[in-house]
């Protein structure tokens, strides 16, 4: 089994990931939690950079008595011309998983074509599959459900825009993306959400995606691979900033949610950061435990 999507869990296995990732985090500190990857190693392979990810994932196989090998795409043979395909079949003979933050989804695809273990999407330019995890996982912490959950995004309509939205029609969430024009979320993507059930909404005005939203999230206005356009997009975005204007128009108990890295006084303000409404931190924790329980959900 793969993780390249979201929607390659089904809702039942969403349910069981995040109630085994509730466990490894109430249990991270109890030394009888068991070794279940011991002599199991992952390759993580990185076309960019990461903070969150790449700890998250080598902490988390660490915990879990296992072995995770950073590997930077510029210093593999891939950054000389060896195929996709190749490092796929060689690795495989290696390790017991292989995962992969890359510029072109097709890429993460690719490898998992031909790859003989089981490959997790750290991030591409359509989805980023373990972060939503982690998201819901918060959600779960402060609203005990996620069915019902009116979900905001505010911003751009990249790869975490559209794992939300895919969750969001896996799990019963209603979600409202406020975006400018040109910048919505990808339309097969959007019509994968319709063919799942959940009739995405996508609007221009940022107060209308908010009103009595219980989550509002957002992202940077320019993701990694984007720098080209970032004049146009610091432009285009002015109006789409998550700050305590907007924030007014949420539900009164409303969370805000960020993946990071964010971009201060850009997509969303010091206040929201780091106010009361704020569950960013404990989003960023939840990347750990929630990925502990994919990663043992694919290795075991
Ligand atoms: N949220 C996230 O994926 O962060 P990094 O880019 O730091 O991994
Ligand atoms: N949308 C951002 C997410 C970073 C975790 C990017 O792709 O750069």
């Not at 190749?86 to 890359?102: C, E, M, N, P, Q």
């Not at 996620?146 to 969430?173: F, H, P, Q, R």
Request: charged share 25%.
């Amino acid at each position: 089994m793969n993780l390249i999507s979201i929607a390659d869990l089904t809702p039942e296995e969403i349910l069981e990931v995040l109630d085994r990732a509730d466990e490894m985090k109430a249990r991270r500190n109890d030394p009888s939690r068991g070794e279940v990857l011991a002599a199991k190693s992952i390759a993580a392979i990185f076309e960019k950079p990461s903070t969150r990810t790449r700890v998250s994932l080598e902490v988390a196989m660490t915990e879990l008595g296992g072995h995770a090998l950073y590997l930077s795409s510029d210093d593999l043979q891939l950054g000389r011309g060896e195929t996709v395909a190749d490092t796929a079949r060689v690795l495989s003979r290696y390790v017991h998983a292989i995962a992969a933050r890359v510029y072109h989804h097709a890429t993460v695809e690719e490898l998992a074509r031909y790859a003989a273990v089981p490959v997790i999407n750290l991030l591409s330019d359509l989805e980023h599959p373990c972060q939503i995890l982690a998201d819901m996982m918060t959600m779960r912490e402060r609203f005990g459900r996620l069915e019902g959950l009116k979900v905001a995004w505010v911003g751009d309509g990249n790869n975490v825009c559209n794992s939300t939205i895919l969750a969001a029609a896996l799990m019963g969430m209603e979600m409202v993306v406020a975006s400018p024009p040109g910048f919505g979320p990808n339309g097969k993507i959007l019509d994968q959400a319709d063919r799942l059930g959940g009739g995405t909404v996508v609007v221009t005005d940022p107060v209308k995606a908010v009103c009595g939203a219980d989550v509002v999230e957002t992202d940077t206005w320019v993701s990694m691979g984007d720098e080209a356009e970032a004049d146009r997009r610091k432009v285009a975005f002015q109006r789409y900033q998550v700050n305590s204007d907007l924030i007014r128009h949420a539900a009164d108990e409303a969370i805000v949610l960020h993946c990071l890295p964010a971009h201060r006084g850009c997509e969303i303000t010091d206040d929201v950061m780091d106010g009361p409404r704020s569950a960013i931190l404990d989003q960023s924790e939840n990347r750990l435990h929630s990925v502990k329980a994919v990663l043992e959900r694919l290795m075991v």
